[in-house]
C-alpha cells in the first residue's frame, strides 16, 4: 500500500520541461509521493525559451498531467512564473479552478511571512542582456545533455554520478561569487521587507541558510532544480526542510495509474491551457 507524505507546502522551480537536461521521471516519482495542501511552482518549470516541438518527451507531458490532476483534486497549485517561462507574466493575475498564475507570493505560515518568487529580477544578465542569458542556457542545456551521457556510463560501471555544471561553477570565482551576492541581496531586501522567509529558485542551488544583519535576520531558501540537484522544499509542523531525491527511497511511487494512459491530443490541450488560454484576471496575491 502506498502512504503519500502529508504536507503543507511543496515548492519546485527550475524543471524546465522540454529540454534534454529536465529529469522528470525523478519529478513525477516524487509528486507521487506527496499530497500537498499547496504545491508552488517557483519558476522555470516549461523551459519557454528552448521549447521544441520535436522534443517534449511523455514523461514531461505526464509531469503537467500530474499537475492538473492534484489541482483537480483539491491541491492549490501557484505558479510563480520566471525567466525561461516568462511568457506566462502577461497572464500574471489569473485564476484557473485550483492553479493561480503569478509574479510573487507573500503567504502567512504560523504567524510568520515568507516571500515566494523565482528570482531572476534580481539578474543582471537577464535584465541587461537577455539574448546572451538565453545563449547560456542553450549552453548548460548541452552540457547536461552530455552530462547525462558521462553518468549512463559511470552507472553501468557501478560508480557514482559526476556533475560536469557543478565542477564549472566551483571552478570559476566569479560563479561562486554570484551565487553568494545573490543570496545575500535577496536576504537583506527580505529582511528589509520584514519577511520571515525568502524562497527562491533560478540559480539551481539547494539552500537553507539564516542571515542576519543589524536591522533583523530572515531564513533564505532555495529549491534547487530538477535537472542535476533533484531537489524540492518542503514545510510541514513549522518547518522549511530541504527535500533530496538521491537520498530518498520511492520505489512503490514510480508508476501512477493516473497519467499512465496520457495521450498525445489531450497532451496538446493541457500545453495549451497553459500557454494560450485567455484568462479572466482576478486579484490573487497582495501586493508586498
Known amino acids: 500500500m502506498k502512504i503519500k507524505r502529508k504536507l503543507e507546502i511543496a515548492v519546485i522551480s527550475d524543471v524546465h520541461l522540454g529540454t534534454y537536461g529536465c529529469h522528470a521521471k525523478h519529478l513525477l516519482t516524487y509528486l507521487n509521493s506527496i499530497e500537498p495542501k499547496k504545491l508552488i511552482l517557483n519558476g522555470d518549470i516549461i523551459d519557454i525559451w528552448q521549447f521544441n516541438k520535436r522534443y517534449f518527451p511523455k514523461s514531461h507531458l505526464k509531469v ?37 498564475i503569478v509574479d510573487k507570493a507573500v503567504l502567512e505560515l504560523d504567524g510568520k511571512k515568507a516571500w515566494f518568487f523565482h528570482g531572476d529580477v534580481f539578474d543582471i544578465s537577464i535584465q541587461n542582456a537577455k539574448w546572451l542569458a538565453k545563449l547560456g542556457g542553450y549552453g ?41 551576492d545573490f543570496e545575500r541581496v535577496i536576504s537583506e531586501i527580505a529582511i528589509e521587507k520584514g519577511y520571515d ?82 484568462p479572466e484576471k482576478k486579484e490573487v496575491e497582495k501586493k508586498s
Not at 79 to 90: A, F, K, M, P, Q
Open 64 to 100: 503537467i498531467k500530474k499537475i492538473m490532476t492534484m489541482a483537480s483534486n483539491g491541491v492549490e497549485i501557484i505558479y510563480i512564473t520566471g525567466n525561461h517561462d516568462e511568457v506566462l507574466r502577461r497572464f500574471s493575475g489569473t485564476i484557473i479552478g485550483n492553479i493561480s
Open 140 to 180: 548548460y542545456d548541452l552540457l547536461t545533455l552530455l552530462n547525462r551521457l558521462v553518468n549512463w556510463y559511470l552507472e553501468k560501471r557501478g560508480k557514482e554520478r559526476y556533475s560536469l555544471s557543478k565542477k564549472v561553477k566551483n571552478g570559476v570565482k566569479g560563479a561562486i561569487k554570484y551565487i553568494n
Open 197 to 278: 522567509f525568502v524562497v527562491c529558485g533560478h540559480i539551481h542551488q539547494p539552500k537553507k541558510e539564516y542571515f542576519k544583519n543589524k536591522h533583523g535576520k530572515t531564513v533564505y531558501l532555495n529549491s534547487g532544480d530538477w535537472v542535476e540537484n533533484f531537489t524540492a522544499l518542503e514545510y510541514q509542523f513549522k518547518r522549511w526542510k530541504i527535500y533530496n531525491f538521491n537520498k530518498d527511497k520511492l520505489t512503490p511511487f514510480v508508476i501512477d495509474e493516473d497519467v499512465d494512459d496520457i495521450d498525445i491530443v489531450e497532451a496538446k490541450d493541457l500545453i495549451a491551457a497553459i500557454t494560450i488560454v485567455e
